[in-house]
């Protein structure tokens, strides 16, 4: 199928072959029929791509300190990487979507195969949308009229907000598409509205409709007109829908207003305020968040649990489904804002002129079929078979910035990468040579072909795709965690020991030069039986309380999922593995969850490991710190960029680049995978150049531990977690 996409870095509009996405739990599948282009949001996407670099960092002066601060922390060149991957990250446009369901997943139950419905999918021939934000579209409304929709919504919003009852006032500054729709929707209210345009075209537009509208630019002073209409009172109410850097759009809105009047913000502008405009009148001023309560919260739209109607009202989809409602009685036209309809294949007669003045709207029209491909070849040569294949599943930042270069370092023979919507596979299936991208996973699953599964998704589907790809003979890459939940365990364990395949984990810390450096001065292997004291500090950093991974069903939270390496890293050092487990966590109540935390950890040759994990330091210090106390001795690793000896006959220090042993895990991993060791009598062998299988489940059973120690604020045995099928494979490692 075909979508519309946005590089960043060029400035490019192009129109990607993708494969066609799998409808999910919760989502719908929907082929398009028409989409709307938002002309103002898209302009600013389209010109922020063609700017150049200096240019991006006006635009976004908050990424500037960004950028400086990891500059700091991680280095120069690590931070000029990070602004390439993301600048080479395509950024799919559009979000009026109409078109007819293929397909429902689980837990959808109120619509059908058939039906037709607007959603805020992107320009593509067919979408997967959640269903909070999928609203049926009634017989008497055309698609063309439901295409505004969503813009629709939006408009909505800022009024709810606004609030003006019967026979007020009202000022829309900005009559673009979005003012256009305010301007009809308060006249729907019963409020009196003026508009403020600069542009002639769209001031004709909105005259014709009736709408009173003043044109700064020919003249008049739009604040003294609006007072005398208004009998020196002031608009009681007035919307901004304008996107301008200027900052003389508040001071205006404020002087338009009358004392105590509310002003509300759809649109992009400077938000310096002169506290004497709002201090006199005492003015309210809001901004408008999208389509309305639940946008942006993935409780509402990810996991589909409704806003109960008597305590919110108006929610995003019962917005979509008011002005829907608007549109089949009459009340709203939005026809005679229709400027063109455009075939997809000739989108570039819109975004080649984005910055007509005469446009107010643009619609892109599909064709009626569409190849509904879950692979797309990319490759124009047939794909050559080799020993060692390689299929990915998932395709997010990481997999992006981390693990496809390791693995094209390492000369990996990749075939297929997955992803959920398909357009990140196909990125970088074209960046790193891949030959095919899809949205099922289960096709590398079913590829005789594939000999290694690499498993980069989020943390709760990690366990059960590890078991999925075991189950399918192969040998799995999976990035940590393993598992996120005691249960599934054992049930890792039993089905590596059936397949006999190799299952390793992205615990690449223990592949760092530096941290086998630090391994041999300690003694190698031989120093195994001694035990030492081993203190890890992690200046985490803040993540949002929204995030994924802080969600316990979804990432496990981020002790669960990040502190794991550096309880591998410890079981590395010390040659030994956990037998028990204490986690205390910051707060009067902490949650497992919670991301400032330290584990204390027992070895079983009589080591003791401190995971130091915080989230509340500065960006400034450093992130990895590791000491090594043992002989009286001591090791400090700072940040994996320098290593520094204290005791130790003939060293003192070694530093260079960060390296924390990605490229040398993918490296031993492949030679693994390519030169056959793939028996069951030869997984042991692979396991000294790799993981042994037990430190994994050691690991992992420590983090599992760790939880349940925070709960019941005491020691836990580690060997308890999935115990029964651990007791058979630690009789078996044994």
Sequence with gaps: MKQLIQNLKTGETLLEEVPTPQVRRGQVLIQTRRSLVSLGTERMLVEFGKANLIAKARQQPEKVKQVLEKIQSDGLRPTLDAIVRKLNQPLPLGYCNVGIVLSVGEDVNDLRIGDRVVS?????????????????????VSDDEAAFTVVGAIALQSIRLLNPTLGETVVVI????????????????????????????????????????????SGIDPTKAILSLTNGVGADGVIITAS????????????????????????????????????????????????????????????????????????????????LHFMSTGQLLVKPFITDRVPLADYNKIYGDLNSSVRIASLLVYPDQVALNSVTDLRRQTYAQRAGTIGIIGAGNFTGAILLPALQMAGANLKIIASAGGLSATVLAKKFDISQSTTDYRQILSDPAIDLCVITTRHNSHARLTIEALRAGKHVFVEKPLAIYAHEVSQLIENQQKSGRIVTVGFNRRFSPYVRKMKVLLGGESEDKLPMNVV????????????????????????????????????????????????????????????????????ENGSTGVINYFSNGSKAYAKERVEVYSQERTLVLDNFRRLTGYGFKGFSSMSGSQNKG?????????????????????????????????????????????????????????????????????????
Aim: proline share 3%.
């Design 120 to 140: 805020n999918g992107h320009h593509a021939q067919v979408v997967c949308i959640p269903r909070n934000l999928v609203a049926q579209i009634p017989t008497t």
């Design 174 to 217: 900005g009559l673009g598409l979005i003012g256009l729709l305010t301007a009809e929707l308060l006249r729907i209210n019963g409020c009196y509205v003026i508009g403020i345009e600069t542009n002639s075209a769209k001031c004709q537009v909105a005259m014709q409709s009736g709408l009173l509208v003043f044109n700064p630019s």
């Design 244 to 323: 301008s850097q200027a900052d003389k759009l508040l001071s205006q809105a404020a002087g338009i207003s009358r004392k105590r009047g509310k002003i509300i913000l759809v649109g992009v502008v400077d938000l310096t305020i002169n506290r004497a405009d709002f201090y006199e009148k005492e003015l309210t001023f809001q901004v408008s968040c999208s389509y309305g309560p639940g946008r942006y919260d993935d409780e509402y739209e990810q996991k589909g649990h409704e806003y109960p109607l008597p305590y919110v009202r108006w929610t995003a989809n019962r917005n979509f489904q008011s002005v």
């Design 536 to 603: 890890t500090t992690i200046n985490s950093g803040f993540v949002p309380a929204a995030s994924w991974v802080h969600d316990r069903a979804v990432g496990g939270g981020r002790i669960l999922g990040e502190a794991c390496h550096f309880v591998d890293l410890i079981t590395f050092l010390t040659g030994s593995r956990v037998v028990s487990v204490c986690m205390n966590a910051m707060g009067r109540q902490p949650a497992e969850t919670s991301d400032s935390a330290s584990l204390l950890l027992r070895y």
């Design 662 to 734: 990605h490229t040398d895990q993918i490296s031993q991993l492949i030679n693994v995978i390519r030169t056959g060791q793939n028996g069951p009598d030869k997984v042991g062998k692979s396991e000294q150049m790799l993981i042994p299988f037990a430190d994994i489940i050691n690991t992992t059973q420590t983090m599992l531990a760790a939880l349940q120690s925070l709960h019941e604020n005491q020691w836990v045995d580690v060997s308890c977690i999935g115990m029964t099928g651990n007791q058979q494979f630690a009789k078996k490692e044994e």
